[in-house]
């Protein structure tokens, strides 16, 4: 009976202990839990901005202003794209460490654009490269012709002109016995509609078919420029003058040149910047001598003829650019 009494007692004892116990005693424990308890949100949705390419992607958590970097996924092999809505968890409840969980159910009630940062690197940035034909209707060739050489090479409108044309010249040349100048310029145009105006252009590579080469003086063969008038949007006589055109886009010499196949002319930083994103690219070729106004005796040959509509052979311009 009295062992019982005792239990009693101590039992009384330890229940009445807890209600007195001191503040701090209570605080330990819950400090000592804090690890264990989840944060509240920790568990949300975000938005793809940017496929790193490295099992990695920038989110946009919660709609924020601006996306959380390298993001990695919960499962290793997991793949996701650019705009779709994921969810989000917080590691060990810890904001600084969020991972990608999976595909989320929660569809994007309102279309927004999505802010992609590039700051820290090429991130996202997508590289192309096309090879676009030149248009066979509206390549072609002007010539002017006359005894005396300044008045050949400074004339506003040719003697001839000859658009759809199947051969290009480009030259000068003196007829034996007849005492004449000849010069020829040729005129390309491509249609560059299908790459979108805001791209960037890196890269541009002129490829031109040599039908024959006939050179007593080698020359540069050079791409200029006088968009956006010219040459007109259909050739005219009057795209012959000179002055309508301007700098170099790039040129090849005719001494490293061979004729039945395609010989390439790299663009300079000029001829990238003349590439027309989203409409027509025109170019005009010329020789060396030709715009350096280089007077020859009577009897002399200098030009190279190049392929304009064959479609295995008309001439083809590539073009890399970044999107």
Not at 171 to 193: M, P
Not at 275 to 290: A, E, H, M, P, Y
Request: negative net charge.
């Amino acid at each position: 009976m009295f062992n019982t009494n005792k239990k009693i007692i101590l039992i009384i004892i330890l229940i009445l202990g807890v209600f007195v116990m001191p503040n701090n005693f209570i605080k330990n424990i819950i400090e000592n839990a804090n690890g264990q308890i989840k944060y509240k949100e920790t568990y949300v949705t975000g938005e793809i901005t940017v496929d790193n390419g490295d099992g990695t992607y920038d989110v946009k958590i919660n709609n924020a202003s601006d996306a959380y970097k390298n993001v990695e996924t919960r499962d290793y092999d997991a793949i996701f794209s650019v705009g779709e809505i994921v969810d989000i968890g917080y590691e060990y409840g810890t904001k600084e460490s969020p991972k990608i969980l999976g595909h989320s159910k929660k569809i994007k009630q309102e279309p927004k654009q999505v802010e992609v940062d590039y700051s820290g690197g090429c991130a996202g940035v997508q590289t192309v490269t096309v090879t676009i034909n030149s248009i066979d209707a509206k390549n072609g060739y002007l010539e002017k012709d006359n005894a005396d050489y300044d008045t050949a090479h400074d004339a506003a409108i040719a003697d001839f002109i000859s658009p759809s044309a199947f051969l290009g010249w480009i030259g000068q040349y003196g007829i034996t016995g007849e005492d004449i100048h000849k010069i020829q310029r040729t005129y390309l145009y491509f249609d560059a509609s299908s790459i979108p105006i805001n791209a960037k252009v890196t890269g541009g590579i002129l490829k031109l078919f040599v039908n024959n080469i006939d050179v007593e003086i080698d020359f540069d063969v050079i791409i200029q420029d006088g968009q956006p008038d010219y040459p007109s949007s259909t050739l005219q006589k009057s795209d012959y003058n000179y002055v309508l055109y301007k700098n170099n886009g790039g040129s090849i010499n005719t001494g490293s040149m061979t004729p039945m196949q395609y010989n390439l002319i790299t663009l300079n930083t000029n001829g990238i910047n003349w590439i027309n994103c989203g409409g027509i690219t025109k170019f005009i070729l010329v020789s060396s001598q030709d715009r350096d106004k280089t007077n020859h005796t009577i009897q002399y040959i200098n030009f190279i003829e190049i392929v304009l509509v064959e479609d295995d052979y008309k001439p083809k311009l590539t073009i890399t650019y970044e999107i």
